[in-house]
């Protein structure tokens, strides 16, 4: 559920004879929740693998599971932040992703904030 907490422009206080604010920015905060599956070590294997299944490309690893959950909270972030920073948009989770051959599938949510730039 995305909310709009402050979107002001120089011209709609223009009219008012009110002061403007400086800077005038537009701040989008929300909250996303991505699936994130984790496969655990096998066979010789020693790291766990942790993906956001509707955020393509976010992908990382770790020694166990709760170092698998540090990272892939990272990567996500990091990705969501190069998204934003190119002007692309964030994916939409997707409530029935699913792997078949995950060992564990938690939500993982995501807290952005984005801005217009400073003037």
Do not use: C
């Given at each position: 559920?995305?909310?709009?907490t402050?979107?002001v422009?120089?011209s709609s206080?223009?009219?008012?004879?009110?002061?403007?604010?400086?800077?005038?920015?537009?701040?989008?905060?929300g909250m996303?929740?991505y699936h994130?599956?984790y496969?655990?070590?096998?066979g010789?294997?020693r790291?766990?693998?942790?993906?956001?299944?509707?955020?393509?490309?976010?992908?990382?690893?770790?020694?166990?599971?709760?170092?698998?959950?540090?990272?892939?909270?990272s990567?996500?972030e990091?990705?969501?932040?190069m998204?934003l920073?190119?002007?692309?948009?964030?994916?939409?989770?997707?409530?029935?992703?699913?792997?078949a051959?995950a060992?564990l599938?938690?939500?993982?949510?995501?807290?952005?904030e984005?801005?217009?730039?400073?003037?």
């Open positions: 559920m995305w909310a709009i402050t979107i422009s120089r206080f223009a009219h008012k004879k009110l002061p403007i604010p400086y800077p005038v920015r537009a701040i989008l905060k996303l929740r994130v599956a496969y655990l070590p096998r010789d294997d790291m766990v693998v942790a993906e956001v299944l509707d955020f393509p490309g976010v992908v990382s690893q770790g020694f166990d599971l709760t170092d698998a959950r540090l990272m892939i909270a990567a996500l990091d990705i969501a932040h998204h920073e190119e002007g692309k948009a964030l994916p939409v989770p997707n409530p029935e992703a699913t792997a051959d060992d599938i938690e939500l993982l949510p995501l807290s952005v984005a801005g217009a730039p400073k003037h």
